[in-house]
């Protein structure tokens, strides 16, 4: 889902089509994800969006974020008191903008609880095994609702390669 459930446009010129709109979005969800990208800090800073993002995350079972979606949820006092990652590139200025937030740029996943954040956009995978986590069903085909919301156009920094670690609180 996305904002009014408008598409999103990547860099690449790739067009991202919504399922539906947050702020229709209703009911118990398995899994909130919140991607990040391009206008993260924008995301942010847009206090409907957080707020929604913190009201799904009240009914969801599990809470994760893909590379800098990490800010929205910080933003939306999700990760307070909590160890998190995000894409290494942007994790010294997270760490100042949001300092209740423990922000460990090296591995490449950390779960705190019911909350998960990834480095980057490859690390996705990472989540997607823990996702899978307590999956009653062979090769994780739960028919469970798991709602990405993506407020932002991906991001592809690659000039330093993090150093690869899992981490699990």
């Excluded at 118990?28 to 847009?46: K, Q």
């Excluded at 739960?142 to 330093?160: D, G």
Aim: charged content about 15%; overall charge positive.
């Amino acid at each position: 889902v996305t904002p009014a459930g408008r598409p999103i446009r990547c860099d690449s010129g790739l067009s991202l089509n919504a399922a539906g709109a947050l702020q229709d979005t209703t009911g118990r969800l398995d899994t909130l994800v919140v991607s990040g990208g391009h206008g993260h800090d924008d995301a942010a800073a847009n206090p409907v969006l957080v707020a929604h993002v913190r009201r799904l995350a009240a009914v969801a079972r599990r809470v994760a974020s893909v590379c800098t979606g990490t800010s929205i949820l910080a933003a939306a006092g999700l990760l307070n008191g909590r160890r998190a990652t995000t894409h290494w590139g942007f994790a010294r200025a997270m760490a100042r903008r949001y300092p209740a937030v423990g922000i460990d740029p090296d591995p490449i996943y950390i779960r705190d609880g019911k909350v998960a954040t990834s480095a980057g956009l490859l690390t996705v995978n990472s989540l997607a095994t823990w996702r899978c986590t307590g999956s009653p069903l062979p090769g994780c085909r739960r028919s469970s609702a798991t709602l990405w919301v993506s407020p932002c156009k991906p991001i592809s920094i690659c000039s330093k390669p993090p150093k690869a670690r899992f981490q699990s609180l």
